[in-house]
């Protein structure tokens, strides 16, 4: 699958809850993990293949010389309680050689189902917070790019739009 790049409108549009469990449900997650692997990414939501379902997945096992496949899928998660605020450096897929520190919850817990229905809570912190909260953002239509500070904001448009014209 193509990822879509930043500005895309499909990027910024909201996607929709998962009403169905079938085949093209478990196809499009096996798509989107051979996408998100091959672009060596750590997670990747529907809306940036194009898709506009709520469906996040996410492997942040798969780094480094031992690496170990983590696969986790999240179809309509919500993000049920949250706590502190830390701030780190976050990429994504969709804005190519660009990152910059963002402010994320510190700790959160998620409700969500799996690719076959099966009920998921989970408490997550760090890295694997930063993530879920990355991905479920792109769900609603927001790009990390969209919240960083103002400045940081004005920088970022000016590298990108001359990253941009050199095509
Ligand atoms: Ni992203």
């Not at 169905?20 to 998100?36: A, C, P, Q, S, Y």
């Not at 996040?56 to 983590?70: C, H």
């Not at 949250?82 to 804005?95: H, N």
């Not at 991905?135 to 970022?156: M, Q, T, W, Y």
């Amino acid at each position: 699958m193509k990822i879509l790049i930043y500005p895309d409108e499909i990027l910024a549009a909201k996607a929709q809850p998962v009403t169905e469990l079938n085949d093209r449900l478990l196809k499009l997650v096996e798509d989107m993990f051979e996408t998100m692997y091959k672009a060596k990414g750590i997670g990747l939501a529907a809306n940036q293949v194009g898709v506009l379902q709520q469906v996040v997945i996410m492997d942040l096992g798969q780094r480094g010389e031992d690496a170990k496949p983590d696969p986790i899928v999240l179809i309509n998660p919500v993000i049920t309680a949250s706590e502190g605020e830390i701030c780190d450096v976050e990429g994504c897929l969709s804005v190519p050689d660009y990152s910059e520190k963002v402010k994320r919850a510190q700790r959160i817990q998620v409700m969500a189902y799996d690719q076959r229905g099966k009920e998921i809570r989970m408490e997550a912190e760090g890295l694997l917070a930063r993530c879920i909260q990355h991905e479920l953002d792109h769900l609603n239509g927001i790009c990390f790019v969209e919240r960083l500070s103002p400045l940081k904001r004005a920088f970022f448009r000016k590298k990108w739009s001359k990253m941009s014209d050199k095509g």
